[in-house]
């Protein structure tokens, strides 16, 4: 996270090609402005990258025969950049600074390809299909050091995102918004505020408009920078009066007994009929304060509700909003005729879902404007615990189906990543290339990647390694109680019996700490408990079978990348190393959700057969836990390896060596004190 340019990028054999621009320590950048923020800080990292990257020395605003200039073009596009490239000069030109600084990086990633300072002339116009692009932060909750925001706007985004629970206030505690939002416009971007602040007013009458002003009015008004706000159901949920909820706050609802006063649903989770009452009002506050804050409403809670009823919400909304539907979730889908369900975020399902689709013909219709949340940082929850899922192929499939939203229903702006935040990688790189126009040839950018990364030699094993992955990740079928369970935490889920005595440790200042969205106790409370009912067996079976299969194809796809080793320089070799170790661990923690769901079979069958049953199934359920034990303890010099592996930035760490440690005790523990009387 604080290397924005990696060094030694640059090939010390690599030799120009006839017409070839050389650019050398001859030459110099030119910023016109350096008073502009945006600009100057442009050009001085383009100055860092030639330097640190490609060990090439340019100076700065300085007389020279040879230079890159900055240009600033009005006249362009609004979502557009320029690079022209002659003989003796380069011009990296945009209708504001910021996408003349997007020239800029766009040179960097031409040069990193080449691995040299080499480049052709040309004059190419490239056109970015969606703004804003917004991330959080994979750093840490809420955090963004410059570094960071460099690093975002190097990978094409626009805007980032913080959980605002007061003016000052995100879920942590203090946080100086004023401060986040000065340090990224010096890079371009923009901040969105995801709003966490309760609404326990009714929107109407003159005590509504006092509330309510003392939340987004005061917040607009100490915080004006603010380039909009996010809505959605659960953290913005009011008192409604719609009779097919509780009428209740979440949290209000809540008897002596931990159970539900009124047994209706929750209005955060429900396309209430006088929502738009709400985001009038909200709305009104807000403008009044900021003329052209962006209102983003969110349907993600209520994607499982009849289309009528959803619909009918959309037109009820006003239309100088934004809408902001997420893009693959609440899908019936099918694997090997085993059937399943795209549930919360995944990349299983590529997209889009119905959801989606009915409530982007709305927008069109309606003529509000369309964001999506599409999860393209590169993560999702269908492993929770690692940086990025290299999976390209699968990617391109949610990027094609984006492009036919945005050509089809004029789908504008994402939201890439929520809590598992944003981290670079070639994922993220390859996403960038496919969101921009002209159209890119998938494959060739693809293989270009791979070249840089690894080898031009190596090339055909690591991309036939990124089409296992994609087939691999294309079989995760997604369910609540794998991402709230083994996928969420990886090799360091237990295996518990019946004495559920286990909790995941995490600091006081976890937002999801401990078993708040974990549960150790495989299938608590879930409906598919039943392994009695053959269907729902059937099911289950089905979906560990397509588990086992995924896992083999991550090791079959590792084995091709420590194969690509063989013929990388040395000054590759860390970085593809961890892209090879983050194959292996995302295999280690298929593997253990494979080894929970044989276990909680067997469990299923222990727990109803007499003593001699149980004696007979007891050393069944001994060597899945012993073959899993040994499987964590694999995982342990994967994550001391590489750090970011086991890492949640909400949930702190889930998977580092001392909860995988932690797991192995606790299923220890459970071999001695519950299965030991039956073996």
Known sequence: ???????????????????????????????????????????????????????????????????????????????????????????LSGPTSFTAARAGYFLEDLLNLAEAPFIKPQ??????????????????????????????????????????????????????????????????????????????????????????????????????????VVFV?????????????????????????????????????WPCWDYYKWVNMVKGIIRREKSDADIVFWSYNWGYVAEDKRIALIDSLPTDISLLVTFEMFEDVERKGVPGRSVDYSIFFEGPGKYFVSEAKAAKRRGIRLYSMTNTAGLCWDVGVIPYMPAPYQWLKRYKEMRKAHDDWGLCGTMD???????????????????????????????????????????????????????????????????????????????????????????????????????????????????????????????????SESEKMFDEGAALLEKALETIPERKMEDAKRICNLCRFIAVCIRTAVNVKDWYLKKFAFNAADEDGKKKIAPEMLSIAEKEIENARGAIPMVDFDSRLGFEPSMEYMCDAEHIRAKIAATERVIETELKPYL
């Not at 209740?248 to 007994?257: K, S, Y």
Request: glycine share 6%.
């Open 233 to 269: 159901g659960e953290s913005v949920e009011f008192p409604s009066r719609d009779e097919n909820t509780s009428g209740m706050l979440r949290h209000d609802n809540i008897g002596p007994d931990g159970h539900r006063i009124i047994k209706k649903v929750s209005p955060g989770w």
């Open 417 to 547: 990543s929520h809590h598992f935040g944003w981290t670079p990688s070639f994922i993220s790189d390859f996403a960038k290339w496919m969101f921009e126009a002209p159209d890119s040839d998938p494959e060739k950018v693809l293989r270009a990647l791979a070249a840089r990364d690894f080898s031009a030699e190596s090339a055909d094993d690591v991309l036939k390694a990124y089409r296992l992955f994609s087939d691999a990740v294309n079989q995760l079928i997604s369910t609540n109680y794998d991402q709230y369970g083994p996928m969420r935490v990886g090799a360091a889920y237990p295996l518990i019996l019946n004495d559920d005595f286990f909790t995941f440790s995490s600091p006081s200042y976890a937002v999801h700490g401990r078993n708040v969205i974990c549960i150790p106790m495989y299938m608590k409370g879930s409906s598919w408990g039943n392994m009695a009912d053959q269907r729902i067996h059937d099911t289950f079976v089905g979906i560990r079978n397509l588990y």
């Open 1 to 91: 996270f604080a290397v924005v340019h990696k060094p030694r990028r640059r090939d010390p054999d690599a030799v120009p090609s006839a017409g070839d621009v050389v650019i050398d320590n001859g030459w110099s950048i030119f910023c016109p402005d350096i008073t502009d923020k945006v600009l100057y800080n442009a050009a001085r990292d383009l100055e860092d990258y030639f330097a640190v990257s490609m060990g090439v020395f340019v100076g700065f605003n300085l007389p020279s025969a040879h230079r890159i200039e900055y240009l600033v073009d009005p006249s362009m596009d609004e979502k557009s950049y320029r690079l022209t490239v002659t003989e003796d000069k380069i011009v």
């Open 123 to 228: 004059d190419v116009t490239r056109r970015f299909l969606y703004a804003p692009r917004m991330i959080h932060s994979g750093l840490w909750l809420d955090v963004f050091p410059d570094t960071y925001i460099r690093q975002a706007a190097h990978a094409g985004f626009t805007s980032l995102l913080v959980f605002v629970h007061a003016f000052d206030r995100d879920r942590h505690g203090y946080n100086d918004f004023n401060d986040l939002i000065r340090r990224a416009a010096e890079y371009g971007l923009d901040v969105y505020a995801y709003s966490m602040m309760l609404s326990k007013a009714y929107p109407e009458g003159e005590e509504g408009e006092k509330f309510y002003d003392s939340l987004y009015g005061e917040l607009f008004r100490r915080c004006p920078g603010l380039k909009g």
